[in-house]
């Protein structure tokens, strides 16, 4: 197997150190629009590889199909794994189909709210775009797995398990994710991509019921507190827009689905306050810069502004954990249950030289790549996670050295 | 008398508009780096005044010291009306010095904070590089009067005014900001401009005290809640950094002198946000834009993500009251008087079509350039307000149609 990965940020490094300890891929073009943030990525793995590393370093735009269909085939690439931010999906989901190339990402396509009743009803759902292209990857024999990272992702792969093998009938899925991290040093400091960290948070939450279908809410609605397992305690949860309310539903067959994720009160208000200045927008403003007036985007200055969350790993301590909890019926008994993936910074940082968060993301693709490598897992279209059988990926994430587990409630 | 008014945002406009009807100067030069807003203000008087107008617009970087000296000489004009954000005080200040011209601001030069213990000791003061070339102005016979807004400006010509007319001993000078404004269909647009807001506020506030001289405290310390006149009511005021802090006292002998803003919890949470995201910092990051990288100023953002102030005045509502408490002694009796300045928003859109608080800045400097004008005021070097007779300033500022007040406490 001949991987492109684009994006060589947090989640890109990371996937390279976690990839090098595998075998079953063959070379590994890791491509960034910042050549020196490729390179650096692939030193730090190819230094112990030695000579004829599987690793090699390109500079890309993601944003240029033609670019970067051209960049896979000069490879031979069999597939494309995006670890860019979701602004770049369509482009990148483009250019695979483009050169004949799988595609993998941890992200779908971006939403666009209803234009009359936003906190209503749902406008352009996330991964609607790539979806409606399905049929080009079914007809060329392709496949496209999105949303491959651990949420969604992880937390998709755990859906499917426990409707395969835990319940006879479920009445919720709700995706819940907390984490107990702190940075020293710093008064507020992300541990995971602020662009796209505002994008889920103050986009309308959807949900989805049986019979209703997909709907959506006020922004941080449904507070709910949580008792996350392995020490991190209850978390105050909120829903937010996130890819499995949109994937799990399609392949699994429950009552309910949300996603709420333990922002904290802190954390919320601070989010209200960028919405509330206008500094969450995406559209270009007129500025004054160095090089006289240009258009700038808000949302890239508040990310420029803070620290880059990859390199936070040596001041961050504590744990994260993303995890799927089932409510439902087996052998006409109630069951609920948690299951969860946890990464203590301090591991992953000795481990691998990554914080936990971007490691958490990271190791999930690089499990899926070699289940697709291996044959453990195949198909052709638009496929999420839980398409596909849960137990082989399970196994495979305990092998890597990074257990999951499961908590009967 | 020929003006060269620099900046014709919202309190240059208004300038404009309040000068145009008064008969005590020859000809003002309206110059903006923006040179279609400056001949938008002109446009905006002109049309009354008709064919030979006595204003011209003109297009002016405020940073290029050489290029408005040189436009000074050019339209022979005997004074600089500095209307521009704190950033630009030194250059101006030096231009008019350089083209032998008198100069007047309404803000000084910028502080910079103590290097080790900021939130105790002084480091650059507001107004200090401005104090230390005193001698260049008074040398050369001419006068820079700094601090010549509403705050600074009438503040200090009322604690002038307490001293001479009021009291026998002064124990605290304490100038208070308050408002009940509101804006309709805005989450948040503050009503002044967000760059100086921002300086003011996140800056270590400055104290005075009679034998300690000048320290400084935490930001938003010492809150208290003030009851201003006219219906607005009681309003939380916090500890700012503020010029009269600076200015009182080196020519009114007094305890203590503070200065409290009525920002309110909301407002005050914000501009903790703003400084803990550091999207308050000045310094240029490099951001994408649409020419490429290039470096960018947080604060601009803001700014420019936020409406422009001067724009606000149809939307806005309310009243806005600056004004001097000041405790004392006078005939052996203790005693404790507000003096104060209101405007309310309705009346100054429907005499002058600028919003209340920029409108409340503007009239200061304009009846402050007709009491040099008429020789009322005269003096050499750098003086504050409160150097010169209070009296002329107080009555002339009813006599332009907007009282101020006194209150017993």
Same mark, same amino acid.
């Given at each position: 197997m001949r991987i492109l990965l684009v994006g060589a940020g947090g989640v890109g490094s990371a996937i390279t150190r976690i990839a090098a300890r595998r075998d079953y891929f063959e070379h590994m073009v890791v491509a960034d629009h910042d050549l020196g943030r490729a390179e650096a990525a692939v030193a730090a793995v190819a230094s112990a590889e030695g000579a004829g590393s599987r690793f090699g370093a390109a500079r890309v735009d993601a944003a240029d199909r033609a670019a970067v269909a051209g960049l896979l085939r000069e490879h031979r690439c069999d597939v494309l794994l995006n670890a860019t931010d979701p602004r770049f999906v369509l482009p990148l989901f483009g250019a695979a189909r483009d050169a004949g190339a799988h595609y993998l990402d941890m992200a779908m396509s971006l939403s666009h709210p209803h234009p009359e009743r936003p906190y209503e009803l749902c406008g352009v759902k996330l991964g609607d775009d790539q979806f409606a292209r399905a049929g080009d990857y079914r007809e060329a024999g392709l496949l496209a797995l999105v949303g491959m990272g651990v949420e969604p992702g992880l937390s998709d792969v755990f859906a499917r398990y426990a409707a395969d093998e835990l319940f006879d009938e479920i009445e919720e899925i709700g995706i819940r994710d907390g984490a107990n991290l702190t940075v020293d040093g710093y008064d507020f400091a992300p541990s995971f991509s602020i662009w796209t960290t505002i994008e889920e948070c103050l986009n309308p939450p959807v949900i989805y019921e049986r019979g209703r279908g997909w709907f959506t809410t006020e922004p941080f609605s449904e507070?709910?507190?949580?008792?996350? /397992?392995?020490?991190?305690? /209850?978390?105050?949860?909120?829903?937010?827009? =996130?890819?499995?309310?949109?994937?799990?539903?399609?392949?699994? $067959? &429950?009552?309910?689905?949300?996603? @709420?994720?333990?922002?904290? $009160? $802190?954390?919320? &208000? @601070?989010? @209200?306050?960028? =919405?509330?200045?206008g500094l969450d927008r995406t559209a270009p403003l007129t500025v004054p810069t160095d090089h006289g007036p240009a258009g700038v985007s808000p949302r890239d200055v508040v990310a420029a502004a803070l620290p880059d969350p990859a390199g936070l790993g040596d001041r961050m301590h504590g744990k994260t954990c993303a995890g799927t909890w089932v409510k439902g019926v087996k052998d006409g008994e109630p069951r609920e249950v948690y299951l969860y993936h946890v990464v203590d910074n301090q591991w992953s940082m000795r481990e691998y030289g990554s914080q936990a968060v971007v490691w958490q993301t990271a190791v999930n693709p690089v499990i899926a790549l070699e289940l697709l490598a291996t044959g453990a897992w195949t198909g052709t279209g638009v496929l999420g996670p839980e398409a596909f059988p849960a137990r082989p990926f399970l196994d495979l994430l305990t092998a890597y050295g990074s257990p999951w587990g499961m908590r009967e409630q």
């Open positions: 507070p709910e507190v949580f008792d996350f /397992p392995e020490g991190i305690g /209850p978390v105050e949860c909120v829903n937010v827009e =996130h890819e499995e309310v949109l994937l799990v539903p399609r392949w699994v $067959d &429950a009552g309910r689905v949300t996603f @709420k994720y333990g922002l904290g $009160d $802190d954390f919320i &208000a @601070k989010l @209200k306050t960028l =919405h509330e200045l």
